[in-house]
Every structure is written in structure tokens, then in C-alpha cells.
């Protein structure tokens, strides 16, 4: 059993993907859908996926759990829901209720645009943070390096939610630093409610030249941090066609992992995420 804990889809003729800009993201600027990575993900041994928000519109969501609810690829959805409306409880229950609503496993939002570091720590995201444990979702942080410091006292404050790390919080691969995103790295592993994915980081080396070994010290230090019951696998399709092939994500991923052992890359590579997502 192979778990991808981390991909997306989009149809540019039902909404525009904004954050597709400039020409090095022109390769990611067609449709991408189900139909298209089911093949690859059958030929990658993949037995099911968690499709994950890419825009923060509220029609989104319904039409992530309606495609779960068609296609056996899919095992779970991470949507978006504006964390601070009052009605977030009724909210979410609408979205439970709808076509696949049982698919509905976590929420994120682009805490990476937000301009203020401590975003996750204003009252009213808090808010929206308790209503999410009390509804038994996860989670998903996708932030930038510098955010860290508040996805750890986030955690700290919620140690009834699960927060799940995307992209292992996008380290400074193509500048090689490790400091200080690995100290805030750990910082947010020594919390127990805190998982993370093994995803994207290729496309945050150089998309046209990374290597493993490039990737390997962020690697193992999430190894060591979070310990691979904690980690999971996710291929950021599209996002990582950008830098290789789905197959060359995983076998990447694979390698990279090598020196566990079978239970261990079981639990990276499946294990974590099916858990984490109750799939």
C-alpha cells in the first residue's frame, strides 16, 4: 500500500489558478485532472491519494469531495474554509453533508501569503483552530520558513488539533542553509500533535538540476525530528511536474528513505498518512 498524502487538480475553465504566474510556472498554466494522474499513480503502485486545496475560493471544497466521491483513486480532501466565520461549525457540517462529503479530512489555508507571521495566532484564526479539533479534522500548515515560530506555538495552544506540515515547511534548498529552519523544525517535531509530509521539495532546490543529495540533509533532519511514524509521503502533482515525472518524485522519495527499514518506510510511505486522515 502506497499513499501520495499530498497532490492537487485544476480546471483552468472552471476557475483560474492566480498563483500561476511568470514564465517558469507557464508549464503548470493547463488542466490537470484525475483522468491524468491516475495512470501514473497506478504505475507508481500509488492505492490512494489526499487531494489538497490549491485557491482559497469557497467553491472549492464541494467540488474536491464531489470528484473523491467519483473517483476510488482519492482517500481523503484537505479544503479550505475561511477559519475565522463565526459559523465555521456550520460550516464545515454543510460540507460533510454534501457529495462526498466523507472525504472531508482537514483544512488549510495559504498561511504563506498572509503577511503577518503570527497570523495563525490572531483570536479569532484560534477561533477557528478549536472548532476544527472539535469537528476532528486536521490541520495542514503550508507556510514559509519564517512561519514556523507560529505554527509552534499554534500547536503548543491546540494540543487537541493535528497539524500537519506541507512541504516540510519549504526549507531554503536552493540557498543549502539549514539554520535556522531545522532549529524551527524540531521546535515544532518536540510537539506531539504535529505530523509532516515528505512533499515539493524538489521544485524549492533548482526544478531543473536537483539532486537527492541535495535534498537528503533537510530529509534527515525531518527524519530525526519527527521520526518516520510521523512523516508521510506526498508528490505535489502537478506542482512537482515542474521538476520531474511523478514516478521520479517517488522513486526520489524511495531513495531517500532507502536506509529504514520495512516498517518504517511503510509508515512514510502509508501508515502515517492513512492515520492521520483517519482514509
Not at 456550520?90 to 472525504?103: H, M
Request: glycine share 8%; with cysteine; aromatic share 6%.
Amino acid at each position: 500500500m502506497t499513499i501520495d498524502a499530498h497532490h492537487h487538480v485544476w480546471d483552468l475553465s472552471i476557475r483560474d489558478q492566480d498563483w500561476i504566474t511568470g514564465p517558469e510556472l507557464q508549464p503548470l498554466r493547463r488542466n490537470f485532472t484525475l483522468a491524468d494522474l491516475a495512470p501514473e499513480a497506478r504505475a507508481a503502485d500509488v492505492t490512494g491519494t489526499v487531494l489538497v486545496q490549491t485557491v482559497t475560493v469557497p467553491e472549492e471544497t464541494p467540488e474536491l469531495l464531489a470528484l473523491a466521491a467519483t473517483h476510488d483513486l482519492v482517500a481523503g480532501v484537505v479544503g479550505w474554509t475561511d477559519l475565522t466565520r463565526p459559523d465555521l461549525a456550520d460550516t464545515l457540517a454543510r460540507l460533510r453533508a454534501l457529495p462526498g462529503g466523507r472525504y472531508l479530512k482537514g483544512i488549510r489555508h495559504q498561511v504563506q501569503g498572509e503577511p503577518d507571521p503570527g497570523w495563525l495566532l490572531r483570536p479569532d484564526v484560534r477561533r477557528g483552530l478549536t472548532v476544527l479539533a472539535a469537528a476532528g479534522l486536521a490541520y495542514d500548515l503550508v507556510v514559509l520558513p519564517h512561519q514556523l515560530p507560529a505554527c509552534v506555538e499554534a500547536a503548543a495552544t491546540h494540543p487537541e488539533l493535528l497539524f500537519v506540515l506541507d512541504h516540510l515547511g519549504k526549507p531554503p534548498l536552493a540557498s543549502g542553509a539549514l539554520q535556522p529552519w531545522a532549529a524551527d523544525l524540531r521546535a515544532l517535531a518536540a510537539r506531539p500533535n504535529t505530523l509532516a509530509k515528505l512533499s515539493g521539495l524538489p521544485t524549492e532546490a533548482d526544478p531543473a538540476s536537483w539532486t537527492t543529495d541535495e535534498l537528503r540533509p533537510y530529509v534527515d533532519t525531518a527524519l530525526d525530528a519527527f521520526g518516520p511514524a510521523r512523516l508521510m509521503f506526498g508528490s505535489d502533482w502537478p506542482v512537482c511536474t515542474l521538476a520531474g515525472t511523478y514516478g521520479e518524485m517517488l522513486d526520489a522519495a524511495r531513495e531517500l528513505t532507502a536506509s529504514l527499514s520495512p516498517e518504517e518506510r511503510a509508515e512514510v510511505f502509508g501508515g502515517t498518512a492513512t492515520r492521520a486522515y483517519g482514509l
